[in-house]
Structure formats: structure tokens, C-alpha cells
């Protein structure tokens, strides 16, 4: 089955461009054999929100893993505007690799704890050659102000910042680099509940400034009705149910769907209903 995420109305000349083509893509992991990943297919257009959601365990994380060639496919292949990353040679996927960007999880395990939030920043702007000198700080504090990072705190360590800051760190440092790809894994899920609204805010608005095609990875059916305009279903490695987010969540047709839309109500809300 393909989840593709098709635009309706189009915001920018180029919003139709494919930027991540998944083609029957199977991953299993070392040890195991039984796929963690199932011949998936999905494709995802710029300027689309394409949510990836399922129980822990479906799969989703390996296939984000995967999309961004952290772990290697046992069979198919991934496509990013129309490449091959994994064919290609290291220099070239290297250079290649600031078109795709990933945010994950847990912020504090992505960001090393050595290093101050403006040079994590300032450090993909430096791998890639896209500045260098002043203007390597430059670019890095303007990109940590945008996400409500303030210059007089880019100086400082991770620990010396919240959770929720944290993770705007992570994020910076993921658009930094100005991706056609942002690949987003679970990233409020280890947030209180006004912390994570603010996360979504700032992707909205990250959305809102340049096209940009997002594959959100989460585990809560509300998230992707506020996030998403796409949503592809995942049980047992494989997709079972894909489509616009009104259709899928409105009139879920697979059990999986609905058993993920009953843990999304409010317990007193369930209670209301019944």
C-alpha cells in the first residue's frame, strides 16, 4: 500500500516536487528475522506534513532510521528529491546529506553535552562549507533566534537549558542547513503537554517561512490531527491504512486506526460518549 502526499492547493511553485520516495522498503534487524520493517511504500510531497503513526514496536522508528540511511534497508530502496543517497559515494552523500535532516526524540541524547547550543548549531554550517568565520556564529545565533533562542543564552551547555529549549536546539540545528527534508521522530513525546504545544507551533511556523516536506513519526493520533495533512498507519512493520488526515481519522477503516483514535480521547470525553 502507498501513502503518497499529494497537495491540494498548491503555496509555492515547487510544492508538487517529490522530495522522499520510499519503494518497498524492508529493514531487519541484526540478530532477527522477523522484518522491523515490511516492503513499505510512501512518498512524500514539499510542502506536506505526512504523519508516520503507529504503537511502539509498529516499525516507524526503524523506517525514519532508515529514511535517513542510520540503518541499512534488507531490500528496496529510498529515493530524496528524486537521489539515491544510499548508492552514492561518501564524499557525495556527505555533501548530499544537508538536503535531509532529522530531529529526534530525545534532544538530550542528540545533543553533545560538550558543546555550547551555538556551535551545535554552527557545527552542520561548518561540515557542509556553508559559512565560515563571523559569519559561522552569525548565521548560527540568527537560526537560534528564530526558533525563541535568545543570543544572550547561545553561550550556554545543553543542561543549562529546559527540555522544551532543548529540543528548539535540536531543531535549529536541523534547519540550519535550510533541508528540503525534515524528518521529525517523536519529537514532543517526552514533553509536557504546554511544552509540546509550542513545538508544534514552532514546526508550523518553520513550515509557514519556506516549503519544506516533513515526516512527523508519533504515536498520538491528536498530534497528527494539528500537524498533519497526510497520515500513514503502521502495525507489525507494515502500513495498513493511509490517506488525507480528515478521512483516516474521521472514518478509520482498519482496527489498528481505531484502537490508536481511542487512546487519542480524553478518558472523560470517552466517558461522555457512552
Do not use: W
Not at 155 to 180: K, L, M, N
Amino acid at each position: 500500500m502507498v501513502a503518497t502526499a499529494m497537495i491540494d492547493t498548491p503555496l509555492h511553485d515547487d510544492s508538487s516536487e517529490s522530495v522522499l520516495d520510499v519503494e518497498r522498503a524492508t529493514v531487519i534487524h541484526p540478530g532477527s528475522e522477523v522484518p522491523a520493517v515490511d516492503d513499505v511504500s510512501l512518498s512524500l510531497s514539499r510542502d506536506r506534513v505526512l504523519g508516520l503513526v503507529g504503537s511502539s514496536g509498529c516499525g516507524k522508528t526503524s523506517l525514519s532510521r532508515a529514511i535517513m540511511h542510520l540503518i541499512p534497508l534488507a531490500n528496496g530502496r529510498i529515493r530524496i528529491l528524486g537521489e539515491e543517497p544510499g548508492i552514492m559515494k561518501r564524499e557525495a552523500r556527505r555533501r548530499f546529506r544537508r538536503r535531509f535532516q532529522m530531529v529526534f526524540q530525545d534532544p538530550g541524547g542528540s545533543l553533545d553535552s560538550r558543546m555550547r547550543a551555538v556551535d551545535l548549531v554552527a557545527e552542520p554550517l561548518k561540515v557542509h562549507g556553508m559559512a565560515r568565520g563571523p559569519e559561522l556564529r552569525e548565521r548560527a545565533v540568527a537560526c537560534l533566534e528564530s526558533v525563541d533562542i535568545p543570543s544572550g543564552s547561545c553561550d550556554r551547555y545543553p543542561h543549562q537549558f529546559s527540555g522544551g529549549q532543548r529540543q528548539r536546539i535540536a531543531i535549529a540545528r536541523a534547519i540550519v542547513t535550510e533541508p528540503d527534508l525534515l524528518v521529525c521522530d517523536e519529537p514532543t513525546s517526552a514533553l509536557d503537554v504546554s511544552v509540546q504545544a509550542r513545538i508544534l507551533e514552532l514546526l508550523r511556523e518553520i513550515r509557514r517561512r519556506r516549503p519544506i516536506g516533513i515526516l512527523f513519526v508519533t504515536h498520538d493520533m491528536g498530534v497528527v490531527r494539528q500537524m498533519c495533512d497526510e497520515v500513514a498507519v503502521m502495525a507489525a512493520g507494515g502500513i495498513v491504512e493511509t490517506g488525507p488526515v480528515s478521512q483516516v481519522l474521521d472514518g478509520p477503516e482498519h482496527e489498528i486506526t481505531r484502537q490508536l483514535m481511542e487512546v487519542a480521547i480524553p478518558d472523560h470525553m470517552r466517558a461522555s460518549a457512552s
